[in-house]
Every structure is written in C-alpha cells, then in structure tokens.
C-alpha cells in the first residue's frame, strides 16, 4: 500500500473528521475509499466517452428519426390555434 500526504483546506478536513467519527472509521480510511470511489467513476466515464468515440469514429450515429422520438418523449407540442 502506497502513503502520500495531500493538502485541504481546513472545512473539508473537520467535515471528514465529522463523516469518520460518525462511522466510526478512521480519516485515513475514508479519504482512501473517497480517492478510490474517484478513481473508479472517472476510469468508467472515460472508458464511455473512449467508446462513443469509437462508435462515431465507425459512423454510428442515431438518425434523424430515431432522435426526433427520444425527444419527443420529454417535449410537449403545442397546438396552435
């Protein structure tokens, strides 16, 4: 297991004193699942934002009536009168 110190400031170090006493847990230990819990998210954002390239690379792209329907259910018509 690799150590390193990291600086913050002083209201994010006494609300994680506050998260770790709660959960009875050490600040080492949630720092160390936060930077993990990071890790991971930006590693599975990147990998789908490498695949979206990938797919519009190869020409892969919704049609013009495919995307009219996606909104069309999230956008309301108004008639007009």
Known sequence: MTAFTIRVPDEVADRLNQIA???????SYMAAQAIEDFVSREEWQLAEIEAGIAEADRGEF?????VARVVGKYVKTTSRS
């Open 21 to 27: 006493q709660t959960l009875d847990r050490s600040r």
């Open 62 to 66: 919704a049609s013009d009536d495919e």
